[in-house]
């Protein structure tokens, strides 16, 4: 399975009811991921641009999407942004299929 990072903001909404009743969500996300095929790898809260950071693994982009519409949905977090994040084994997996075409490609422009 791949392995997605996302961050992401609590909407004014989501932060006023954590205020007025605290709560950790972390079982909550778990389930999501879950039930879309995915697994929970961690959930972080930040200081900064995002309010949290959760990587996870997921079968395909279909699953990902899935847990990012309905989060989306319930209207408690806004302004997703989804990586991709890859090991270093498969970076040079990447890098080794580069080198054996790099001789191969013209830039634009040259």
Do not use: W
């Amino acid at each position: 399975m791949a392995v997605y990072i996302t961050q992401a903001r609590y909407s004014h909404q989501a932060i006023s009811g954590l205020v007025r009743n605290p709560e950790d969500r972390y079982e909550e996300v778990r389930g999501l991921f879950e039930r879309a095929g995915c697994k929970l790898l961690s959930y972080y809260m930040t200081l900064g641009e995002y309010d949290f950071i959760i990587t996870y693994e997921a079968p395909n982009p279909v699953a990902v999407m899935s847990v990012l519409a309905t989060a989306g949905a319930g209207g408690g977090v806004t302004d997703t942004k989804t990586i991709t994040a890859v090991s270093t084994a498969e970076a040079k997996q990447a890098f080794e299929l580069a080198k054996a075409s790099a001789g191969k490609f013209r830039s634009a422009g040259t």
